[in-house]
C-alpha cells in the first residue's frame, strides 16, 4: 500500500530479488541436469550406433559456435536439439545408419526405413519433461520453406535455421564435396536458412580450418581435443569411430576394451595450430 515506509519497501525488495535468484537457480540447475542425461543417452547412441554419435558432436560444436557468432548464449534447447538431432538413428542397424550417412543408394525397403527417423525421435522424446521446445526445434526440421519463414525469429524458427544448416554443411562435408562447392551449396540456402546463420557458419568453417594443423600418430597417442580425420574400424571392419569425431578419454578406454590392437594403428588427427 502508498504510502509505503521505506523500511518495508526495502524488504519487499530483498524478497523479490531472492525470489528471483531462487528460480533463476532452479532453472539453471534443471537446464544443466537435462543436458548431462541427455550427455549420458548420447553415450549409449555411441556404442550402438557411432556414426550417429559421430554426427550428433560434430553438429553440437558448430552450433555452439554459431550461437556465439550470432549472441544467443544460454539457448539450452538448441544445445538439446542438436545432441537428439540423430537419435531417431538408435532404431536403426548400423549398417544402414552408416549408408545413409554416406549418402550411399538405398532399397526400397530401406528408404521406407530411413523414413522412420524423425517419427522415431519423436517417441523417444515425447514423454520427457521440458523437452517440448527441443521437440519442436526437432520437428521444424522437416518443414517447407514457407513454414520456416512463418516461424520468424521466434524460438522455433531461430532453433531450426541454426540447427539444419550445421545438419547440412555436416552432411555435404560428409560426401567428399570440394569446399568451394559446400560453401556455394550453403549459399543457395540462404532463402531457408537465414542470410545471418549462413555468413555465421561460413566464418565458422573458415575460422576451423586456419586453426588447426594436421598430425599423423598412433591413436594411442591422440590427447583429449584433437579431431580425428579418418575413420578407425576394427580388424573385420566394423566401424568403430567416424570421420571427425572428438578424442576424449572415454573414448580411449572404450576402444581399449573393444579393439586394443586398433590403438596401434596410425591415424590422421587435426589439433589446435601451435602460436
Request: aromatic share 4%; charged share 25%.
Amino acid at each position: 500500500t502508498k504510502p509505503s515506509p521505506l523500511a518495508q519497501l526495502q524488504d519487499a525488495l530483498k524478497a523479490g530479488v531472492a525470489q528471483y535468484c531462487l528460480l533463476n537457480a532452479e532453472r539453471m540447475v534443471m537446464q544443466e541436469t537435462l543436458i548431462e542425461c541427455i550427455s549420458a543417452l548420447m553415450e549409449v547412441l555411441a556404442v550402438t550406433n557411432p556414426v550417429a554419435f559421430g554426427r550428433s558432436q560434430r553438429v553440437k560444436a558448430i552450433v555452439q559456435d554459431l550461437a556465439a557468432r550470432l549472441k544467443c548464449g544460454g539457448f539450452w534447447q538448441l544445445e538439446a536439439a542438436a545432441l537428439l538431432s540423430q537419435i531417431g538413428y538408435f532404431a536403426l542397424n548400423p549398417e544402414l545408419a552408416e549408408k545413409m550417412y554416406y549418402g550411399r543408394e538405398l532399397s526400397a525397403e530401406e528408404r521406407a526405413r530411413a523414413a522412420t527417423v524423425p517419427e522415431n525421435s519423436r517417441r523417444l522424446l515425447e514423454h520427457i519433461p521440458r523437452l517440448e521446445p527441443v521437440i519442436q526445434i526437432l520437428s521444424s526440421l522437416q518443414w517447407t520453406d514457407a513454414q520456416l519463414a512463418r516461424a520468424g525469429e521466434r524460438m522455433v524458427g531461430i532453433g531450426a535455421r541454426m540447427l539444419g544448416a550445421p545438419l547440412e554443411y555436416d552432411a555435404l562435408a560428409t560426401n567428399g564435396l570440394p569446399k568451394s562447392q559446400i560453401l556455394q551449396a550453403l549459399r543457395n540456402r540462404e532463402g531457408r536458412l537465414g542470410v545471418q546463420v549462413v555468413d555465421a557458419l561460413v566464418a565458422s568453417i573458415l575460422a576451423k580450418e586456419e586453426s588447426e594443423e594436421l598430425v599423423h600418430v598412433p591413436l594411442r597417442q591422440a590427447t583429449p581435443g584433437m579431431r580425428l580425420r579418418e575413420e578407425v574400424r576394427t580388424p573385420l571392419g566394423a566401424l568403430l569411430v567416424p570421420v571427425d569425431f572428438e578424442i576424449s578419454e572415454r573414448l580411449i578406454e572404450r576402444i581399449s576394451q573393444i579393439a586394443p590392437a586398433v590403438l596401434d594403428q596410425h591415424v590422421h588427427l587435426v589439433r589446435p595450430r601451435k602460436a
